[in-house]
């Protein structure tokens, strides 16, 4: 089993950033593919990035690509998100994910691909 538990979430004025933690607990951590969703007001839950055992393997939603960076801390188990440049369009609760150890891929951009989940934290982009 695993257990995520996101913070760092808030209000922003736009053009500004924010970075978002995950604390993650349970086994076999380091064998798990790890992404941040994100899902806005009357929105769907959409993919932004994720990351497999390093910075090496990762995969970014275009929306993002180029303003946001993931990252993991495999001593410290926890994922993050740096969003920088941010627009009110980011407005949304981001969750973090993870999927069954040794059975995930940085390509699966459905969340009914993605097992285990956080409760969620707010970002507020203001214009």
């Known amino acids: 089993q695993v257990q995520l538990v996101e913070s760092g979430g808030g209000l922003v004025q736009a053009g500004g950033s924010l970075r978002l933690s995950c604390a993650t607990s349970g086994r076999d951590l380091n064998r798990c593919a790890m992404a941040w969703f994100r899902q806005g007001p009357g929105k769907e839950r959409e993919f932004v990035a994720a990351?497999?055992?390093?910075?090496?393997?990762?995969n970014y939603a275009d929306s993002v690509r180029g303003r946001f960076t993931i990252s993991r801390d495999n001593t410290e188990n926890t994922l993050n998100l740096q969003m920088n440049l941010l627009k009110p369009e980011d407005t949304a609760v981001y969750y973090c994910a993870a999927s069954v150890p040794s059975d995930g891929s940085i390509y699966y951009t459905g969340p009914e691909q993605w097992p285990y989940w956080g409760q969620g934290t707010q970002v507020t982009v203001s214009s």
């Open positions: 990351i497999l055992l390093s910075d090496f393997w990762t």
